[in-house]
DNA sequence: GAGCACTGC
């Protein structure tokens, strides 16, 4: 532990922190800033101190390590708090928590007086939570100025501008424990990273002495593709030339017992090659590697608040990317990093830090959440934080939220959108459950939001094989035709009367782990909505259900009151939709849903829609039948709506049409709103042409 | 008739 470099600026950080509210930290991969400035802190005789960590595992990992250290028990002076689980205790004062769990936690007390230090670690990830949690930190510090200390920990290429953002504050350089990796760029972009990554491994596997070699691909496909072109030409290497080689895939979608192969180290003389997504970026550290193979592109889910779609895109990674990703051959000895681009590429085109979550997301959530929070002295809409999202992504917020009455036309948070902000739901499932409430059927609302939460956890990964499982396993319900979110509920309530069986779920495809958390889902829900309903809440299963049965009318009726804005009408003579949004598109229902089509072969003339995805097609994904006498009184909202109101009176679009991709490289990025859409829309397809192009 | 990077309250 002592060996950590981080230890020997103890002096000089505590200094530091002492004479200033906001400190940045830079601290590289082993640097031990997760594990040690807490501990720091704690031995100067600081009050409580929060940690937020990105992801579960970590803050669970982190905290443990920090006990030992301390040589005290987990859940007394230091605990963790992730959701589902809470081990802390009165005489907590190390807490290391997820930052979605500080968000939860600021609701109760947006003052966070429980604590003296906040340290926002692995800032640099800048996921939505981090960055709304950076934007409420620069507030908290001048209302808490005399006993708020704020550590953010963060990358070299983005420490200025954190240090920026909170008044200059000082930035602390601790270096990290990496050995060094020696970088090596293509001359050129290949025509086909695909070949080109298996090239370059067999070059490694036959030239280079031992050691791992990690390849980073955009996903599933090409992972598996490049496991199987590598395996045969393993297998071709003349005996007794070279060492031997195992090849593993890894990515979120494989089964976790396949996932942990890759802990495992390999046999004596023998070397693994490791073909991995960003999963092995941050989330999973493979020891042992020395080769790094860079393609230099990523897949990245992106939403278009003027379509209300999303997309997933392949696209280049940032600066940040490559160097974390070539770090990952030096974490036990020097190591080599080929990345499969040029340096022009990486100086020129990377963008330096990926483009943050907020950028890319529906804010609908998270403004709801800022809304519920109540500040007079903050400005939700102008987004007063590291990088602000699009007046035009706000302003779509800003809609969803008034046709589910969240808020009203001025834009001020109703008393039903304060509930919703307690429920750990997307607005649209929060708003459903209110609606449930009121229309008797909320024990089926609460199972359909909570499998919806775990929705793409549900089914296991090997779709090679299982293609089309959805339809030919007869065992599992259809949703009466009605659509996906019936069959949801529906599937639930059938492993709910095998009293929770693990085995079931096994017979049935479904992962054992996306059912159990499904589970826990439910039960946090029902919680939540028996502490914010102060009348009569229906949450048991009582008599009366089978009626209910024939048609699901009031869970119907109640996920067309909240997904409101994701509503859809049938084109007149054929199967086709067209959403009534603002800017109505034309899309089709997802080819896995249960919808059943009528005898005229037509689908129902309404429907609402869980999301939008292009792939490149446009699809809905996940559907539910409504009538349309219910949906007449929403389609009457939405002539009513003036966005002008609702944004407070205030002109966004106009204010500061600059500040929408603040990080972008190109020159000219002073173009309307309009004309930069379409720039990226072409950078975007010119992307996935050439991963197309890799694919071959 | 077709597809899924990674997190998280």
Redesign the pocket.
Known sequence: MVSLPIVQYEEKIIETVERNPVVVVIGETGSGKSTQLSQMLHRRGYGKIAITQ?????AVSVARRVAHELGVQLGEEVGYA???EDRTSHSTRIKYL?D??L??ESLANPELNEYSVIILDEAHER?LNTDILMGLMRRLVNIRSSDLKVLITSATLDGEKVSKFFADCPVLNVPGKLYPVEVLYSRERPSSYLESSLKTALDIHIREPEGDILIFM????DIEKLVSKLEDKVRALEEGSCMDAIILPL???LPPELQVRVFSPPPPNCRRIIVA???AET??TVDGVVYVIDSGY????QYNPSSGMYS?DVVQISKVQANQRAGRAGRTRPGKCYRLYPSRIYNDEFLDVTVPEIQRSSLA?SVLYLKSLDLPDIDILKFDFLDPPSSESLQDALKQLFLIDAIDENGAITSIGQKMAEL???PSLAKTLMEANNYGCLYEALTVAAML?AE?TL?P?Q?KTE??R??TISNLPDGSGLGDHIQLLQIYECWDQTDFDIGWCKDNGLQVRGMLFVRDVRKQLSQIMQKISKGPLDVRANGKREEFRQDYRNLRKALCMGYANQLAERKMHHNGYRTLGFQAQVVQVH???VLSLDDLGKFPDYVVYHEL?A???PYMRNVCAVEMRWVIPIINKLKSLDVYKLSGGVHHVEEEPEKKLPDFPKKDVEVASTADDRESRIQAARERFLARKGKK
């Open positions: 990105p992801r579960r595992v970590a992730i959701r589902f997820t979605g769990v968000l939860r996921s955009t996903g599933q496909d990515h979120g979608s997504t960003n999963i989330s999973l990523v897949k990245q889910r997933l959530g750990p739901l997307e939460s793409t089914l990964g779709r293609k089309k959805k339809h080819p896995s849903s995805i792939t490149p097609r």
